[in-house]
C-alpha cells in the first residue's frame, strides 16, 4: 500500500502547530522570568541544562536500537515479539540512566555554591524521572498514535508555562528546575490513561547486549550529528568576535524554525516507513515510495529557499535594522532548509532494521564534523569569517545528503536510469534556487527600495516555480492533487485535529 504524504503531512501538521502555540504563550511566561530572575540566575539554570542536555546524550543506545524494530515486528504482525523488544530496550535504558542520575547527584557534592548544589539534586531528579515518563510518548509515537503524542505535547507546554508561572514569585530559579519534574508527573498521569503501552520489567542480558551492539552506533550517530550542527557556532565564540556570532545566531533561529517544522515530518515518517518495511518482503517495495516523498521535498524546499530569503531580507530592513549583516548569512544558510529535510529520508532507510547501516550516516557525520572543523579554521584564517562558515556548513551538508542517497540507492530504485533520473527531479529545485541566491545579491546592489526588491523578488519566483513545475514536475503535482491536498490543509487548519 502507496504511503500516503498527505496523511503524512496531517500528522506532522500537528506537531507544528503544538509547537507554534507553544512558543507564542511561552512568550508571557518569558517575560515574568526575566523580571524576577538576575542573569547569574539564568547562568545557573543554563549551566543544569547543560547536565541535562549531555546525560541524555550520551547513552549506549538500547532505546534506540529497541525503537527501531518494535514498528517492523508491527508491521509483520509480530506484537509479541515487539512487546518484548519495547519491555527489554526500556528496562536495558532504565537501569543504564541510573549511573547518570547518580553522576548528576554526587556532583553536588563537589559544590560550594548552595543555589548550584540542590539544583543539581532537583536536576537528577528531573532526569530520571522525565527519562522514564518520556518512554510512554516515545513508543506510541511508534505505534503512529500522533494526536495522543501531540496532545501529550501540548499539555507538557501549557502546563510547564503555568507552573513556572505560579511558581516563580515564591521559588524564584527554583521554580524553573522543578517545573520539569511536575511536568514529567502531569504527563505520566496523562500517558496512563490515554496511552498506555503494556510495559513490564522485563531484564534480559543476552537481549540487551544484542541491542547495545546496535545501539552504540546509533548513539555515536546522534553524538556526530549534534557535534556537526553545533562546530560552527563553537568555532565563531571561539575565534570571531561576539558581534559576528550574534550575526550568525540570529540568522540561524529562522532557520532552525523552518528546520524544527521538517523534523517533526521525519518524526512521522520514521515509524511509517519502518512499520512498512515489515509488511513486504521485497526491500524497494518498502522504500520504494520514498523517492516520490523526496521529490516533493525538493520542490516544497525549494520554493521555500528564495521565498524565505525575501522575507528574511524584509525582515531586517524593515525591523530588526541592526542585523542588516546577517543577511548574507541567512541566505547561504536558507539552504539548510533543502538539504536537512532531503537527509531525512535516507537517514530513516539505513537506519531501518531490515538495512541496519546506521554506521554509514554516522560515519558520515563524524567526517563532517572534521571537515567543518578544518575548513571553518582555514575561511577564518583567511578572512571570510561568519559568511565563509556558513557557506562550509552547507557544502558538507550538501555532501553528506547526496553520498547517503547513493548508499540507499539500491534499496530504493531497481535501475541504475531511475537513479539518475531521479537525481535530475531532486537537483534541479536546489540549482534554481541557487541561482535566486545570485539574483537576490544582484538586487540588493544595485539600490531598488524595498518595496521594489520585493516586488521584482516575489513576482520572478511566481513566473520561475510555476514554469519549471508546469514542465518538469507535472505528474507529481496534478491539479487534482493539489485540489485535495489544499483541501485537507484547510480541513486540518479550520476543523482542528482529527484522531488518526
Not at 532552525?256 to 512498512?276: C, I, K, T
Request: glycine fraction near 8%.
Amino acid at each position: 500500500m502507496p504511503i500516503s504524504i498527505t496523511n503524512a503531512l496531517r500528522q506532522s501538521a500537528k506537531f507544528n502547530a503544538v509547537q507554534i502555540i507553544g512558543n507564542l504563550i511561552s512568550i508571557p511566561k518569558s517575560i515574568i522570568v526575566a523580571s524576577i530572575l538576575l542573569p547569574k540566575d539564568y547562568g545557573v539554570i543554563s549551566f543544569l541544562g547543560l547536565w541535562m542536555m549531555y546525560s541524555g546524550l550520551v547513552n549506549p543506545g538500547i532505546l534506540s536500537a529497541g525503537q527501531r524494530e518494535i514498528p517492523y515486528f508491527l508491521g509483520r504482525n509480530e506484537e509479541g515479539k515487539a512487546l518484548r523488544v519495547q519491555n527489554v530496550s526500556i528496562t536495558g535504558d532504565l537501569f543504564y540512566s541510573l549511573l547518570p542520575f547518580l553522576v548528576i547527584l554526587l556532583s553536588s557534592f563537589f559544590f560550594s555554591n548552595p543555589v548550584i548544589k540542590i539544583g543539581l539534586i532537583i536536576t537528577a531528579f528531573s532526569f530520571i524521572i522525565g527519562r522514564f515518563v518520556n518512554y510512554w510518548p516515545g513508543i506510541n509515537l511508534l505505534k503512529q498514535n500522533f494526536t495522543l503524542v501531540a496532545k501529550g505535547n501540548l499539555i507538557a507546554s501549557i502546563s510547564s508555562i503555568i507552573i513556572i508561572s505560579s511558581l516563580i514569585y515564591w521559588l524564584r530559579v527554583y521554580a524553573v528546575l522543578i517545573a520539569p519534574i511536575i511536568v514529567s508527573l502531569i504527563l505520566g498521569i496523562y500517558y496512563w490513561r490515554k496511552g498506555d503501552i503494556g510495559y513490564r520489567f522485563q531484564f534480559n542480558l543476552d537481549e540487551i547486549k544484542r541491542l547495545a551492539k546496535v545501539g552504540i552506533i546509533l548513539a555515536l550517530g546522534t553524538l556526530a550529528f549534534w557535534g556537526y550542527k553545533m562546530a560552527d557556532r563553537t568555532i565563531i565564540a571561539a575565534k570571531l568576535p561576539l558581534g559576528e556570532l550574534g550575526l550568525y545566531a540570529y540568522a540561524m533561529t529562522f532557520i532552525m524554525l523552518g528546520v524544527n517544522l521538517f523534523s517533526d515530518f521525519g518524526r512521522v515518517l520514521q515509524p511509517v516507513l519502518w512499520e512498512s518495511s515489515g509488511k513486504v518482503e521485497n526491500i524497494n517495495k518498502a522504500f520504494g515510495d520514498t523517492k516520490r516523498i523526496a521529490i516533493y521535498l525538493a520542490v516544497v524546499t525549494g520554493v521555500i529557499i528564495p521565498f524565505s530569503q525575501l522575507c528574511f531580507y524584509l525582515l531586517v530592513k524593515l525591523v530588526t535594522k541592526k542585523y542588516v549583516g546577517s543577511i548574507p548569512v541567512f541566505y547561504v544558510l536558507s539552504y539548510n532548509f533543502y538539504l536537512f529535510s532531503l537527509s531525512i529520508i535516507p537517514s530513516i532507510i539505513l537506519t531501518s532494521k531490515i538495512i541496519d547501516l546506521q554506521k554509514v550516516p554516522t560515519i558520515l557525520y563524524s567526517v563532517g564534523l572534521g571537515l567543518n572543523i578544518i575548513f571553518d579554521l582555514l575561511v577564518i584564517h583567511f578572512g571570510y569569517g561568519v559568511l565563509g562558515i556558513a557557506w562550509v556548513t552547507i557544502i558538507t551538508q550538501g555532501l553528506i545528503t547526496f553520498i547517503l542517497y547513493f548508499f540507499v540507492r539500491k534499496y530504493v530504485f531497481t535501475k541504475i536510469k531511475e537513479f539518475i533520473a531521479f537525481l535530475f527531479y531532486i537537483s534541479t529545485p536546489l540549482l534554481i534556487s541557487i541561482i535566486f541566491y545570485l539574483f537576490h545579491n544582484f538586487l540588493g546592489s544595485i539600490g531598488l527600495n524595498h518595496g521594489t526588491f520585493a516586488a521584482v523578488s516575489f513576482i520572478t519566483q511566481g513566473i520561475v516555480w510555476s514554469f519549471v513545475i508546469g514542465i518538469f514536475y507535472r505528474k507529481y503535482f496534478p491539479r487534482e492533487k493539489v485540489v485535495v491536498m489544499v483541501k485537507e490543509f484547510t480541513r486540518f487548519v479550520i476543523g482542528g485535529s482529527r484522531k488518526r
